[in-house]
């Protein structure tokens, strides 16, 4: 059965600081490129930060760029994303993704159930 559960969400106030955790299984978790991403109400989903399999390769969506780190403990099977400085607009569900390039082509590509961050004064 593969999961992606997702934890680490929840109220913070403005400049406050939040660690997202997303514990996989049921997959080979450490040939996974994997991402978080978050949907604001009214708002597409977006990017907000990607890791290859070996951590050699991060993006981050700009405007998180210095405040957000994404990390992976393959030992662990858990991708993290460590979110500092967070402001109201950053309020959105974050999303855990995983997904395998074989061949050029995107396959087995699983989310988590999304988590919650609300930053609020």
């Known amino acids: 059965q593969v999961q992606l559960v997702e934890s680490g969400g929840g109220l913070v106030q403005p400049g406050g600081s939040l660690k997202l955790s997303c514990a996989a299984s049921?997959?080979?978790?450490?040939?996974?490129?994997m991402s978080w991403h978050r949907q604001a109400p009214g708002k597409e989903r977006e990017l907000v930060a990607r890791?290859?399999?070996?951590?050699?390769?991060?993006n981050y969506l700009d405007s998180v760029k210095g405040r957000f780190t994404i990390s992976r403990d393959n030992d662990k099977n858990t991708v993290y994303l460590q979110m500092n400085s967070l402001k109201p607009e950053d309020t959105a569900v974050y999303y855990c993704?995983?997904?395998?390039?074989?061949?050029?082509?995107?396959?087995?590509?699983?989310w988590g159930q999304g988590t919650q961050v609300t930053v609020s004064s």
């Open positions: 993704n995983a997904f395998l390039v074989l061949f050029g082509s995107r396959n087995n590509d699983y």
């Open positions: 049921g997959f080979t978790f450490s040939n996974y490129v």
């Open positions: 890791m290859t399999s070996t951590g050699g390769n991060i």
